[in-house]
Antibody
Framework: EVQLVESGGGLVQPGGSLRLSCAAS????????VHWVRQAPGKGLVWVSR????????NYADSVKGRFTISRDNAKNTVYLQMNSLRAEDTAVYYC???????????WGQGTLVTVSS | QSALTQPASVSGSPGQSITISCTGT?????????VSWYQQHPGKAPQLMIY???NRPSGISNRFSGSKSGNTASLTISGLQAEDEADYYC????????????FGGGTKLTVL
């Protein structure tokens, strides 16, 4: 069974940092790209970042570029999202998701809440 | 990049059919056959319902169908059921210097 489990969310002050983890199981992890998508309270889905299976090729939304870093450890079947210089507008539930070959996310984690507030 | 445009809400009675539109540009929907649709119930993670414009993942009811014409994609749900009441989001791959994927703003489906 394919599973993705996020962790690492919590309350952080503006300007602070947080690292999210996405632990995967049930599939050949290194063969799949992984996306991060966030959803602010009461709002819609917003794409954040993506990493290829090779651990090298990445991309970011303009709103997080230069502040967030995505990485993965294929030996640990885990993707990370390092979030620095956090702002109030980064407050959201962060989901990780496995990408299929058609730019879709076919499996999603349950999400982890990040709250940026003083 | 701007989000894809969806109606804020649609409604229908049980057994009826509804269609949700999703309008983009030639840089996203119009340029690729990579439109997806997701269903999200309150407090839950999204679930993939349609990928590559009109393909259903395994386990998704054939009451859900997708199509595309030009820069606009559509999701049709036939034989509406109470459990279809949820938020629906479209997404598309986008040819942008930065982003990979753009989502629509979401549509709240109410089953009357």
């Amino acid at each position: 069974e394919v599973q993705l489990v996020e962790s690492g969310g919590g309350l952080v002050q503006p300007g602070g940092s947080l690292r999210l983890s996405c632990a995967a199981s049930g599939f050949i992890f290194s063969s799949y790209w992984v996306h991060w998508v966030r959803q602010a309270p009461g709002k819609g889905l917003v794409w954040v970042s993506r990493i290829n299976g090779d651990e090298i090729n990445t991309n970011y939304a303009d709103s997080v570029k230069g502040r967030f870093t995505i990485s993965r450890d294929n030996a640990k079947n885990t993707v990370y999202l390092q979030m620095n210089s956090l702002r109030a507008e980064d407050t959201a539930v962060y989901y990780c998701g496995r990408a299929n070959s058609a730019w879709s996310i076919d499996y999603w984690g349950q999400g982890t809440l990040v709250t940026v507030s003083s | 990049q701007s989000a894809l445009t969806q109606p804020a809400s649609v409604s229908g009675s049980p057994g009826q059919s509804i269609t949700i539109s999703c309008t983009g540009t030639s840089s996203d929907i119009g340029g690729y056959n990579y439109v997806s649709w997701y269903q999200q119930h309150p407090g839950k993670a999204p679930q993939l319902m349609i990928y590559a414009v009109s393909n259903r993942p395994s386990g998704i009811s054939n009451r859900f169908s997708g199509s595309k014409s030009g820069n606009t994609a559509s999701l049709t749900i036939s034989g509406l059921q109470a459990e279809d009441e949820a938020d629906y989001y479209c997404s598309s791959h986008i040819s942008s210097g930065t982003s990979d994927v753009v989502f629509g703003g979401g549509t709240k489906l109410t089953v009357l």
